[in-house]
């Protein structure tokens, strides 16, 4: 079993940057794939980053976030960030950190399927 739980949600304008932390306790952590989704009310959950580290360092971003977001993971503190620089008003949405547990191969998914462990979410408003 593993807890997840995010934090670092705001309000922020055009432009500006947060970060996102996402704290994974519970066993196994190193064979975890941690993801980061994101959901707008009345809309789909989307994949936005996932970041795993069983066969090597495997990262992958949506194409709406390339080049604006990066995953990290802090491995004495058992987190894994979410910096997001240029924000619009399209990253408004809930984030949730997911992490699943078992080994895969390949590049990680953006996929919400495979991932059985949810956090609670927090609120990113981007506006003017």
């Known amino acids: 079993q593993l807890r997840v739980v995010e934090s670092g949600g705001a309000l922020v304008q055009p432009g500006g940057s947060l970060r996102l932390s996402c704290v994974v306790s519970?066993?196994?952590?190193?064979?975890?794939?941690i993801g980061w989704f994101r959901q707008v009310p009345g809309k789909k959950r989307e994949g936005v980053s996932c970041r795993s580290t069983y066969f090597g360092i495997s990262q992958n971003y949506a194409d709406s976030v390339k080049g604006r977001f990066t995953i990290s993971r802090d491995n004495i503190k058992n987190t894994v960030h979410l910096q997001m620089n240029s924000l619009t008003p399209e990253d408004t949405a809930v984030y949730y950190c997911a992490a699943d547990q078992n080994p895969r191969p390949g590049l990680c998914t953006l996929d919400a399927g495979p991932y059985d462990f949810w956090g609670q979410g927090t609120e990113v408003t981007v506006f003017s």
């Open positions: 519970g066993n196994n952590m190193d064979y975890s794939t």
